[in-house]
């Protein structure tokens, strides 16, 4: 059964696709009020907003990722897609320093690496019921208090035509991958989507009056360059 989180709102998570196995999927599905969207990201497993993206690890992926040097290098690409990026460990902490094959001042080392030199954030969770829990806030941090939209787009866009189209149109205003692709779909081109009136993109599943006309708004409006400060 779903589990209402008290004064929740419509709030959405980007999950990577290679994530939809593992135990955190299921406890997110359970939540109510979240809305899963699937997609196969290049950084990061999951999207909270424009800003807020999650690398999640085990804490045998940690070590893992410590042996064979990968995490400094997810942890630079994330960092250089979203503006606020977070490490989440999930897994008792004590298990980390009882690994033979890592000294523990190797682990500490890491750690403090990731947090003052990469100024990544760490988060721990007990377990994937916890972890899903802690990305729905986040979420719904980012979403209903600050705003922020959920968006597809990042530094790292892909080269293939269809993956360039999806990041183009992502980067309007309240889009995100399942509406870009409808509008794609609807209209064909991105050419098509920009020259679209008001009219035609209401009828868009899911764009509705509101994103219509905000998208319209930024399409048609004149740019005004931003002053520089003193």
């Known amino acids: 059964m779903a589990q209402k989180i008290l004064g929740s ?6 999950v990577d696709s290679r994530e939809r196995g593992n135990h955190v999927h299921s406890h997110l599905s359970d939540i109510e009020d979240l809305n899963i969207i699937e997609k196969q990201l290049k950084v990061g497993d999951y999207i909270c907003s424009e ?17 064979d040097q990968r995490i400094f290098n997810q942890l630079c690409d994330l960092s250089e897609s979203f503006a606020n990026p977070v490490l989440l460990i999930e897994g008792n902490p004590e298990n980390m320093f009882m ?21 990544v954030p760490i988060i721990w969770t007990r377990n994937p019921r916890e972890t899903a829990h802690q990305l729905f806030w ?3 941090r980012e979403q209903v208090k ?7 787009r990042c530094s790292k866009r892909g080269t293939l035509p269809h993956e360039e ?15 870009c692709r ?12 920009f020259s679209a009136s008001m009219e035609k993109l209401m009828k868009v599943e ?25």
């Open 9 to 14: 709102q419509n709030i959405d998570i980007i």
């Open 51 to 67: 800003r807020v993206a999650v690398e999640r690890k085990t804490v045998t992926d940690f070590l893992q990722s410590i042996i």
């Open 99 to 119: 690994e033979r094959n890592i000294h523990p001042n190797t682990i500490r080392g890491v750690l403090s690496t990731i947090a003052i030199d990469y100024k």
């Open 138 to 140: 986040m979420a719904r």
């Open 146 to 152: 600050n705003n922020k939209e959920l968006a597809i």
């Open 165 to 179: 189209q999806e990041f183009l149109i992502a980067g309007l205003p309240f889009v995100n991958n399942v509406l």
């Open 182 to 193: 409808r509008l794609l779909k609807e209209f064909g081109t991105p050419k098509k989507v």
């Open 206 to 230: 899911g764009i509705g009056k509101d994103r219509s006309k905000k998208i319209w708004d930024i399409l048609n409006s004149e740019y005004s360059e931003p002053t520089e400060g003193p």
